[in-house]
């Protein structure tokens, strides 16, 4: 039994009839191609229609016309960075019918606004809240708007010359690798390095950064992903498999959104963004296709010399050159219109201008011009029928930088980076560059001059946004980037991909989820051997390393930035730091107690999705097993966990050990955690779970046991530590016996990364910088090299420090710090530690941000608790709150071929309605590692159907009326 529903729809020509699965993908059947698009555009807004809305309107700085005055500002930023050329060159550089497609999908837009406005039943709630109407759309919108992308590198030339002023060429290899190494920096010829300021970027943030999130930490460097393609040799069933699993940030509603389209011609199933046509990510029955970031430096920081009679002059071979003034009022809500001054050169937008120090500060951005508007770039490559048409399509890829991984069902596997790399004679992109016309760009590399993959030897082929790049490929002449993501997600991938040749969709998920910290790997390494004296004494009682910020046990490990400025300018080469010792931070070497696949684990070993042995053979878990590393063996006896703060959703944490909806292991015999299970010892009584650190996620304070079983099976008597000296000892040995998964269970990946990320960080950070700085400099410069709290940064940076110069007395303090801290957030009791306790997901709507009062229930869901984190293949980023900020809310793993054997995930649900079945309910699966069957042939999807709606062709003239409408109201589109 589905539910029904009918509308009448102006533009169709024939019936389209959408069948809503039970995980809320659409699947849409129509007659032509234009009927299609003009549907898609129609579900989108009834699925997403408060998201598109506030997208278009952030995008094209029309912010303060509903929201008020406070956002004219952000308006301005917004409209800077517009795409402002000429419209048939723009559609012209797309695929061939882009225009025809984005026009028909903007139809189907309108289509449902012109519903809502004439049933305000049909409204989502959001437009009541803030008292406003959902606006129509122009298809211009859809192409003009820019600042959704990802972008790369203006952030990280600027703050390397920050460093590099400030504290010198030594300090900026501590704060960033460059590669490919070696690499000497050159500080421009021209460049006064003293002239640029610190809020340089602040309308370029604005500009790129949703109002709603500004708190959050700057994207760059946190949106990776990860893809790979396997060949039908390294296959359980000799077809191909291709995975993708894109990192953005953690949102409700979900960034992308799932659907099928089908018509003739196209049949093509997956993912894109909701205001856009087509989809990025998925397949179309021939070829399937998945993409990561490949961090093209598409972005410059020009510096200008302004005329001191006018400042609206920059001098430009050798002469003044005005520049161009455009002015645009701002609708304000409740006011009169803001006049916007926009100011460009020849370069781009101006984002700062110094008036008193004869200067301004304009973006040159790859992404502002024809053909650059971010995914748009997929209409012509989701229909391609052949992996030859697939990489024939990426020729007109614009942005952002892409490596296309693709398979088709005849077992070709390929890897295609795309994107429009600026030609920089002369000079690399790593820094800012006068504006005098000397730094120019010379075209655009053609994309045949990139590397690419087809049907690798080994089998298999991934891609992490690390440096993929052949050593033979000359990237001084032409420079893709020097500013790579660290290769740790791609070490860990290739180590698996490497050891496994009969591949599944099942372990594919379970790869995307793999939560090994190979930092942590390396690290545990250095602990054999310290602190038996620890155990005796109170030798490291209170230890501190030089540099620790954890006087307080609350400190986040950072220091507060300083402002200063040094005067002067510095021109030429710029020697980098001496060769450090020290391997990479992707050793393959196992560890003891790490659950290899396919095999039995051992007890205490997180298995996400796998089998468990626990005095027995393998066992099936639907939906993913988990010997939780935080459960206490013995017998099955249960109790009752009161969840407080976990949204209803049945998740606990028994003993610190979070079960996320699967089942438990405990005492040798399956279980089911129903809303949160406790276990350990012969008691079975009530786990009364208080807040960590006041964010709401479970921790089991009163559960009894005779002890704890860590990850790799090594019990320890922390609990019972009674001096500073034993405890030190105890942790040391929670440590050496873990199996370096930072699962949610688990008390040693609670430690782990508290004292790596917040004390020991910071602290070889501190001592690296003894030798760079003078010490009054030094809490700057650790400020400045700091990586932001959530960034998934670099390890080797420390890992090399580190096996430079393993300094017990530094492990020692540091470690000792951090059990510190950790017992001031979870308690005294270790057995009560889960990283889980801490590292949470609470994803929140903007309404939250937008509100001036409190926000409705469903402004947030969650909390719960997670695994990983920026380090791990599994990403999941975090902030100084433990909250998750980044990570794959949408995951896919297509069988090539057998295509309804296929899987996904989007969380936290498919709809961005509140009270729609499918608003949340995919989150608590996307907790647990799940996903869900993405399914293709017509068979499967009517056998899974839970609502049918059908879309009719409106009666008589009802198009023309309602286009006129929608003009008539809005001429401007706004």
């Known amino acids: 039994m589905t539910d029904r529903d009918v509308y009448e729809v102006p533009g169709l020509r024939e019936p389209v009839e959408i069948r809503i699965d039970q995980w809320g993908v659409p699947h849409l059947y129509a007659a032509s ?98 008292k406003y109407e959902p606006a129509y759309w122009q298809p211009s919108d859809v192409a003009r708007i820019r600042s959704h992308g990802l972008q790369y590198n ?140 490949f961090p093209i430096d598409q972005e410059d920081l020009y510096v200008y010399r302004t005329n001191p009679a006018n400042p609206h002059e920059y001098w430009y071979q050798d002469h003044w050159e005005p520049m161009t003034r455009v002015t645009e009022p701002i609708p304000v809500r409740g006011g009169e219109p803001v006049e916007a001054e926009l100011w460009f050169t020849r ?126 490929y000359p990237n001084a002449e032409k420079t893709v980037t020097y500013d790579w993501y660290a290769p740790t997600r791609h070490d860990r991938i290739t180590e698996e991909l490497s050891a496994h040749e009969a591949w599944t969709v099942e372990e594919c998920v379970q790869l995307q989820t793999d939560y090994v910290s190979l930092p942590g790997r390396r690290i545990q390494r250095l602990l054999a051997g310290l602190g038996e004296a620890g155990a005796e004494g109170d030798s490291m009682a209170g230890a501190r390393a030089p540099g620790d910020p954890s006087a307080d046990a609350s400190a986040p490990g950072r220091v507060p930035s300083g402002d200063g400025v040094t005067a002067g300018s510095m021109t030429g080469d710029v020697a980098p730091a001496p060769a450090r010792r020290g391997g990479h931070a992707g050793d393959g070497t196992a560890v003891a107690g790490a659950a290899e696949r396919g095999t039995a684990t051992a007890a205490g070993a997180a298995v996400r999705g796998r089998s468990a042995a626990l005095g027995g053979g393998p066992r099936a878990a639907a939906g993913g097993a988990a010997a939780a590393g935080g459960a206490t063996g013995g017998d099955a006896g249960t109790g009752t966990a009161a969840v407080e703060g976990a949204g209803g959703r049945g998740i606990g944490t028994a003993a610190g050990a979070a079960v996320r909806g699967r089942s438990a292991a405990l005492g040798g015999g399956p279980r089911a955690a129903a809303g949160g299970a406790t276990g350990g010892g012969a008691g079975t009584g009530t786990a009364a779970v208080e807040g960590a650190g006041g964010r709401g996620i479970g921790m089991a304070a009163d559960v009894t046991g005779s002890g704890h079983v860590t990850g790799s099976g090594h019990a320890t008597s922390l609990g019972r530590a009674t001096t500073p000296g034993v405890r030190l000892a105890a942790a040391l040995a929670l440590l050496r016996g873990w199996d370096a998964r930072l699962t949610a269970e688990s008390p040693a990946a609670a430690l782990f990364e508290v004292w790596y990320r917040r004390h020991l960080r910071p602290a070889l950070l501190t001592r690296a910088l003894d030798a760079v700085v003078d010490e009054g400099q030094r809490e700057r410069a650790l400020a400045r090299i700091l990586p932001a709290e959530d960034a998934a940064a670099d390890a080797r940076v420390d890992l090399e420090l580190l096996d430079g110069d393993p300094d017990p007395e530094l492990l020692l303090g540091t470690l000792a710090a951090a059990v510190e801290e950790l017992t001031g957030l979870l308690g005294a009791d270790p057995d009560a530690w889960s990283w889980g306790a801490l590292h949470h997901a609470h994803p929140h709507h903007p309404i939250a941000a937008l509100l001036d009062g409190p926000a409705p229930r469903w402004a947030s869901v969650g909390p719960v608790p997670r695994g990983g984190s920026g380090d791990t293949v599994g990403a999941a980023a975090y902030g100084a709150g433990f909250r998750q900020t980044a990570g794959a809310t949408f995951r896919i793993v297509v069988d090539v071929g057998s295509w309804d054997d296929s899987v996904a995930m989007n969380s936290p649900g498919q709809s961005g309605v509140p009270g729609s079945p499918h608003y949340d309910d995919l989150f608590a699966s996307w907790a647990a590692d799940g996903s869900f069957p993405l399914l293709y042939s017509r068979e499967a999807v009517e056998k899974h159907t839970r609502r049918t709606i059908t879309l009719r062709p409106s009666a008589g003239d009802a198009q023309g009326a309602a286009q006129g409408a929608a003009q008539a109201a809005d001429p401007k589109g706004r």
Not at 440 to 449: A, H, K, M, N, S
Request: glycine share 10%.
């Open 347 to 472: 370069h781009g937008p101006v984002i700062r201008e110094l008036p008193g120090r004869n200067a301004a500060f304009a973006v040159r951005a790859a992404w502002l011009g024809p053909g650059m508007a971010p995914y748009l770039g997929s209409m012509d490559y989701m229909r391609a029928a052949s992996p030859d048409a697939f990489v024939a399509a990426m020729r007109r890829w614009g942005a952002p930088g892409e490596n296309q991984v693709y398979a088709s069902p005849d077992g070709t596997i390929g890897w295609r980076p795309a994107g429009r790399v600026p030609v920089r004679p002369g000079w690399d992109g790593t820094l800012p560059v006068p504006g005098d016309g000397r730094y120019e760009w010379d075209g655009f590399l053609d994309v045949e001059e990139l590397p690419s993959v087809r049907d690798p030897a080994q089998g298999w082929f991934a891609t992490a946004n690390e440096l993929n790049l052949p050593p033979t």
């Open 154 to 293: 203006l952030r990280d030339e600027v703050a390397r010359a920050f460093t590099l002023r400030d504290h010198g060429p030594d300090a900026e290899e501590l704060r960033r690798r460059r590669e490919p190494a070696p690499h000497r920096l050159r500080v421009p010829e021209g460049l006064d390095l003293s002239v640029i300021p610190a809020d340089v970027l602040r309308v370029y943030e604005m500009a790129t950064t949703p109002p709603w999130a500004a708190g959050a930490a700057p994207r760059q460097g946190l949106d990776g992903s990860n893809n790979w393609v396997i060949a039908p040799s390294r296959t359980a069933t000799g077809r191909p498999l291709l995975a993708n699993d894109p990192h953005r940030g953690i949102a409700l509603p979900a960034l992308r959104y799932l659907a099928h389209l089908s018509a003739p011609g196209i049949d093509a199933v997956g993912a894109g963004e909701p205001a856009l046509p087509g989809i990025s990510i998925g397949h179309n029955g021939h070829v399937a296709f998945g993409l990561t970031i």
């Open 33 to 130: 191609q234009d009927d299609l698009f003009l549907a898609q555009g129609f579900n989108a807004a009834r699925d997403r229609l408060f998201q598109l809305d506030l997208w278009r309107r952030r995008g094209l700085g029309l912010l303060a016309e509903v929201l008020g005055e406070k956002y004219a500002e952000h308006d301005r930023a917004a409209r800077l960075f517009l795409y402002r050329g000429d419209m048939a060159e723009e559609w012209r550089a797309y695929g061939d019918d882009t225009e025809r497609v984005t026009t028909a999908f903007v139809d189907g837009i309108n289509a449902f606004v012109a519903l809502c406005r004439a049933d305000a039943i049909q409204l989502p709630p959001e437009f009541a809240l803030l």
